[in-house]
């Protein structure tokens, strides 16, 4: 097993002060140190690797020292949720990215204490850039249909039996190469609010978005 570039006990406490105990993800941003419900706190906070702690692992930088990969400046602090989130989907989750969300939460931590806040607006122009196909079809659908907020995404091979008193749009994994990871970067960009249930990947387009869509071309 390779040897793994731990962080020490006092830069784990460095990276969690310096995001103020929240999840650095800007779609959770949840606390992670509280009451246990006792006497005692609770903690569900990570110090993940921006860059692996060893080869093999996600987003690893073999030009790193071993003393770079277990400095502050290459961890960034998650709730256990997006920690384990983070290092299953790579590929929605870049090294720019995960820079970007700690710089953004220490950004914020350093307002906060200090009486202001810091709000984040991005482009949705800047993600259509990205994946055209999927919102041309998308913004035909909502022309179509501009009440219509929910969606769901499905294989052809499979029937999805509707509420035909609720119509939702359907997406298929057929038509759309990578159209989860596509989705989670949409989530990042509060396009879009995951509701799935049933075991049915089901989303709803955010009103902002919405409008986006509706705007003409």
Not at 104 to 117: D, S, V
Request: glycine share 6%; net charge negative; charged share 25%.
């Amino acid at each position: 097993m390779a040897k793994r570039d731990e962080f020490r006990a006092p830069i784990i406490r460095t990276i969690a002060q310096r995001a103020g105990y929240r999840c650095s993800n800007q779609t959770c941003l949840r606390p992670t140190i509280g009451p246990d419900g006792a006497d005692e706190s609770a903690s569900i906070g990570v110090a993940a690797h921006i860059t692996a702690a060893a080869k093999g692992g996600p987003r690893y930088d073999p030009t790193l020292t071993a003393e770079e990969r277990a400095a502050a400046e290459n961890g960034i602090w998650l709730c256990q949720t997006c920690s384990r989130l983070v290092d299953v989907d790579v590929t929605s989750n870049s090294v720019d990215q995960l820079r970007e969300w700690k710089t953004l939460a220490e950004m914020r931590a350093f307002l906060g204490i200090r009486g202001f806040a810091i709000v984040v607006s991005r482009s949705f122009q800047k993600l259509e850039d990205k994946m055209p196909g999927l919102f041309a079809e998308m913004r035909d659908d909502i022309a179509k249909a501009p009440f219509t907020r929910e969606f769901i995404i499905v294989s052809k091979k499979l029937f999805y039996y509707g509420d035909s008193e609720n119509p939702i749009f359907h997406y298929y994994f057929e038509d759309h190469d990578n159209l989860k990871p596509m989705l989670k970067v949409m989530q990042n960009y509060d396009a879009i609010i995951e509701t799935t249930y049933n075991n049915t990947d089901r989303f709803e387009f955010t009103e902002d978005f919405a409008e986006y869509l509706l705007l003409p071309t």
